[in-house]
Structure formats: C-alpha cells, structure tokens
C-alpha cells in the first residue's frame, strides 16, 4: 500500500501509532487469549515499521548503497539500548510491586509510548510518495506474480519464517532463560 497508494511516511506513523494502541491495551489485559490476539496484532503493525523505515530511507539518502548501513547499525543500537538501560534499572534493585512501585505491564506502556513518538516523528520525516505507474492498479497482484522467480520467493521465505520466529523469539527467550535458572537480574526486559 505504501509503495502504490500512500506516502510511506504517513503509513510509517499510522502504523506505530495503531502498535502503540495495542502495547497499551495489552498493558492491561489478564487472559491467554486475549493477549496472544494484542501481541499477534502489535506484531502485525510493527513488522511493516522496518520496511517503512527501509524504505524511507533509501528514497531520501543522497547515497543509499554507502549510507544504509551506518543508519541500520543506529537502528539496531536504538533497539538494543532502552532494554539494557531497563536492565541494568532491575539490577540496580528489585521492583517492589507491594509498594505500588512500577510493573511489568509498565513496560508495555512504556513501549507503547515509545511507538507514540515515533509515530509523532514519523509525521516530520521528508514526505516519501508512491510511486504510481498509469493503469497498474492492481499493483499488490502483480507483486504477487513475482513469487513466480525463484530469488523473489527465496526472499519472501525467508523473511516470512523471520518474522514468524521474531515475536516467538523476544517473547519466550526470556521464559526458556528462566527455566534454564539464569539469574533474575541477566534476563533482558
């Protein structure tokens, strides 16, 4: 949709601001099912968020093929940092929930306050228009018709089982870990 009908910026900030929406509904939900359905939601919002960034990205560097790389490497810092900061806040002392002191769901509110700024920056980022091409309106088939090359469908199924194993990955890791008796204090946020 972002390559053919809408700016890749607008859908860059509709869909964090709708990830946001589902992390602070999560935050306060108690069942199994309705948290798979949140989480499965947020993850479907936020999968596009990389891609919207790619794509933002390469249409406004002036060098693309030199430059992505050192953006890609901040994003991945940007990822990593705020769940060692949150870290290294546990290991500085327990959170008493007695006390009223924050919760695990916090961390949910956090997160969903996080995608609420970028949602809000995503609106200041240079606009990104599709790339319309007269009499294919019917873009999203033809993308489908691609799968038809066999380097095309190596690279949906590859990224297809990477986006199936991510949420199952940052998700459970933490429970395999605590199973496995690592230290309260190791275990990432």
């Known amino acids: 949709l972002a390559d053919r009908y809408f700016p890749a910026e607008r859908c860059l900030a509709v869909a964090a601001g709708l990830a946001g929406v589902a992390l602070w509904v999560l935050a306060g939900l108690t069942t199994p099912a309705a948290v798979f359905v949140a989480t499965l939601v947020f993850w479907l919002l936020a999968a596009p968020l990389f891609l ?3 794509a933002v990205c390469f249409a406004h560097l002036p060098r693309p093929e030199g430059q992505f790389g050192s953006v890609r490497l901040w994003g991945t810092v940007g990822w990593m940092v705020p769940g ?38 995503a609106l200041t980022l240079p606009r990104t228009p599709p790339r319309r091409q007269p009499g294919n309106v019917a873009a999203p088939l033809a993308a489908l018709r691609l799968l038809r090359g066999w380097p095309f469908a ?20 933490p429970l395999l870990l605590a199973q496995l008796r690592v230290p309260d204090a190791w275990l990432s946020p």
């Open 52 to 54: 919207l960034g790619t």
């Open 154 to 173: 190596v690279y949906c199924a590859c990224a297809l089982g990477v986006w199936t194993t991510l949420p199952f990955a940052t998700q459970a890791t």
């Open 84 to 121: 060692w900061l949150l870290l290294l806040a546990r290991q500085a002392g327990p959170i008493d929930l007695s006390t009223g002191g924050a919760s695990e769901a916090d961390l949910f509110r956090l997160g969903a306050a996080f995608a609420f700024v970028l949602s809000l920056y």
